[in-house]
């Protein structure tokens, strides 16, 4: 059983150590492969000196900005088009064509409209993580028991009352499946971008690390990277269950 929980502890490990090795045989240059050890001085010295939490707090503020709105948008339009599907049939090919650009494809034309600023940036952001989120809450609303609604309709209820006691609890799971898939586009969409157009964020302190030539603070900005957004994702799969814990036992 501990040898299940700690698996992934274990990779990293291996993961590690090959890469010591690698890097005291100079099977590469320290200029393509830095020493764990020098990585690890990167991240301390930028972590001491605040690069790294001021950029990691840009990059989260932007996506904690563009995620709100997109989630707003979505939760309203994945509830009208769920819930009056018979009426938006026919919109169905013209939002899958938008639905299928890339949102970093984009990028260039955004720049040309609204600039190098924060506004660029959110809008990638909103892009990227809108349609996962408005299709799973279309669906969770779409995908409704009929034999619920039928129950509600035989106790009296009204349209109102259908939907915010049956028809929008039901769709709740998906709600949240559909934030937290967001959430993770958003985030890799603004990396991205930052790399293209910005003067700070993470995506920015690896493109500057990449123009300095400085490999170790590259693989350092990646882990980081890939460390917040671990951490925000399961900070967000413990707020589903506290939601969804809740939720049953009401």
Do not use: H
């Not at 009426?87 to 899958?96: A, P, R, S, T, V």
């Not at 930052?194 to 030539?213: N, P, R």
């Not at 990277?225 to 269950?241: A, H």
């Amino acid at each position: 059983m501990k040898w299940r929980n700690n698996r992934s502890l274990i990779l990293f490990l291996l993961v590690g150590v090959i890469w010591e090795i690698t890097s005291r045989l100079n099977m590469y240059s320290s200029y393509l492969l830095p020493s764990p050890e020098k990585v690890l001085k990167s991240l301390y010295f930028g972590l001491v000196s605040g690069e790294l939490l001021k950029n990691i707090l840009i990059s989260l503020g932007r996506i904690g900005l563009g995620f709100s709105i997109s989630f707003f948008l979505a939760f309203v339009l994945g509830i009208v088009f769920g819930r009056y599907k018979e009426k938006f049939q026919g919109y169905d090919g013209f939002i899958e064509v938008f639905k299928n650009i890339p949102p970093l494809s984009l990028i260039p034309l955004i720049i040309l409209w609204f600039g190098i600023g924060e506004t660029s940036k959110i809008i990638i952001i909103f892009l990227a993580s809108f349609f996962p989120i408005f299709y799973n809450i279309k669906n969770g609303i779409e995908d409704c028991d009929i034999k619920l609604i039928e129950v509600g309709k035989s106790l009296g209820f009204s349209e109102r009352e259908i939907f915010r006691k049956i028809i929008l609890p039901n769709g709740v799971p998906s709600i949240l499946l559909g934030a937290k898939i967001g959430l993770g586009y958003g985030f890799r969409a603004i990396i991205g971008a930052e790399m293209i157009a910005a003067t700070s964020g993470m995506g920015y302190y690896i493109l500057d690390a990449q123009q300095m030539s400085r490999s170790d603070k590259i693989i350092c900005g990646i882990i980081l990277i890939g460390i917040v957004g671990y951490l925000t994702d399961k900070f967000f799969d413990v707020f589903m269950k506290g939601i969804l814990k809740g939720r049953n036992i009401q």
